[in-house]
Structures are given as C-alpha cells and as structure tokens.
C-alpha cells in the first residue's frame, strides 16, 4: 500500500535562512509526487510536482524539490525563506492509473524575523 | 479566473443534526473531489466525480454520509447524522479529466459538532 511520512511536524527557520523539509514514500512503482502548501483558513496550492524526467523539479515561489528514488524521497527546498512562507507543506503520492492522492500528516513550517 | 468557491466557511451543530457542504468547481473541471482533514492530517478523499458520476466512493461513509453532482457542475456533501468525530475540515477540489492534472482546492469548511 502507498504510504506518505513527512517526519518533521514543526520546523522553525530564521527569514532568510535555506529549508528543506523530508517526505518520504512507499510505492512499488514510479510513483507521482506533488508538493502543496496551505496557509491559514487557506485551501492547498500546488508548489511542485513530479511525473517523470528530470528528477529536480523547479515550483512556484522559488521552491524546489529532488526525487531520489534509491532513497525513497522528494525533500522540498528553498535557499532564502521569507516571513511570508509560513504555512504548512503537505507532500502527497498518486498512484499509476488512478487519481487517488494519499497525503503525508504536514509539516507546520514556522518563519522568525 | 474563479477558484474553487465552498460554503459555509465554517459550521458548528450539535450531534445527531443534519449538515450539508456545497461547492462549485472551476468552470470547465470534469473531475471534482470530497476530502475531509483532520486536525493534525492530511486530507482523506471521501468521494470523487467524474462530470455527474460517482466513480471512487469507497472511502464515503455510507451510512451517514451522501453526496451529489447534479449536472455535474456544483456538487453539495451531507452528514446525517452528524457525529462527534465528524468534526474536521472538508475540502473540495477539481480538476481537469487528466490524470494528474493539478487539484485546485477550495478553501474548505470547518465543520464543528458538539
């Protein structure tokens, strides 16, 4: 069965100062991975995603991730965190043939000034 | 562009009380989806539609839990009835009919049962 685990429930970064937050899946095959963010009383907003190809993959608001399949892996990054990327960061696997999301428990992201 | 619009925002009820959720899809969006999150989760996919039909229920509790997609535009969630655990944030998405195309997500109601 497909399985998401972000380890890092809380991470708290000074502004300005690199990120990288974990997920880690289980999946038998090639496995579909995205990177959403939800912020406060928000609904979740795609940051990346990863089909196939190039296993770096280039988001919105300079995020970044890297699928590593020997590692079982997709650590989201940015080299510069702004306040205003407080939020919380899901990562989700899809399955081969289907729709179906399955989400990691979040990572609660906290910026200080 | 329009995004995703739900209603109500938020909803306190007391247990044993009907409630229904409704959402309207980004025009266009064949695809339209239920998840519920819990505190301290990810989302959970109730129920997925394709235009009107009902293709992935397996998750909906159906015994308490329903749904429709008239026209297979707006679609509207009810509990009934509702249940203490009930209480979480149901989340509608849509998306376009392609594998993997991007979800849009709603902003969600905050469903309280006291």
């Known amino acids: 069965a497909q399985s998401v685990t972000q380890p890092d429930i809380h991470i708290t970064v000074s502004e300005g100062a690199s990120l990288e937050l974990r997920c880690n899946y289980s999946y038998g095959a090639t496995p579909y991975l995205f990177w959403y963010v939800q912020s406060p009383g928000q609904g979740l907003q795609l940051l990346l995603k990863y089909f196939s190809g190039d296993t770096l993959v280039q988001g919105i608001k300079g995020f970044e991730a890297e699928f590593k399949r020997s590692q079982s892996s997709f650590n989201l990054r940015k080299p510069s965190v702004h306040w205003s990327d407080a939020a919380e960061y899901f990562c989700?696997?899809?399955?081969?043939?289907?729709?179906?999301?399955?989400f990691g428990t979040g990572t609660r992201l906290k910026v200080l000034a | 562009e329009a995004g995703v619009v739900q209603s109500p925002r938020y909803k306190i009820i007391e247990k044993k009380q009907p409630v229904a959720f409704w959402c309207n899809p980004i025009?266009?969006?064949?695809?339209l989806y239920w998840y519920r999150q819990n505190l301290g989760q990810g989302p959970e996919l109730l129920i997925r539609?394709?235009?009107?039909?009902?293709?992935?229920d397996s998750q909906l509790p159906k015994d308490r839990f329903s749904a429709e997609r008239l026209k297979g535009v707006d679609s509207t969630l009810k509990i009934q009835p509702a249940e203490l655990g009930d209480s979480a944030v149901y989340l509608c998405?849509?998306?376009?009919?392609?594998?993997?195309?991007?979800?849009?997500f709603g902003p969600g109601t905050r469903l309280t049962v006291l």
């Open positions: 539609y394709e235009n009107e039909e009902a293709v992935d």
């Open positions: 989700a696997v899809g399955s081969s043939g289907t729709y179906k999301y399955i």
């Open positions: 998405a849509s998306s376009l009919e392609q594998v993997y195309n991007e979800q849009f």
């Open positions: 025009s266009g969006h064949n695809t």
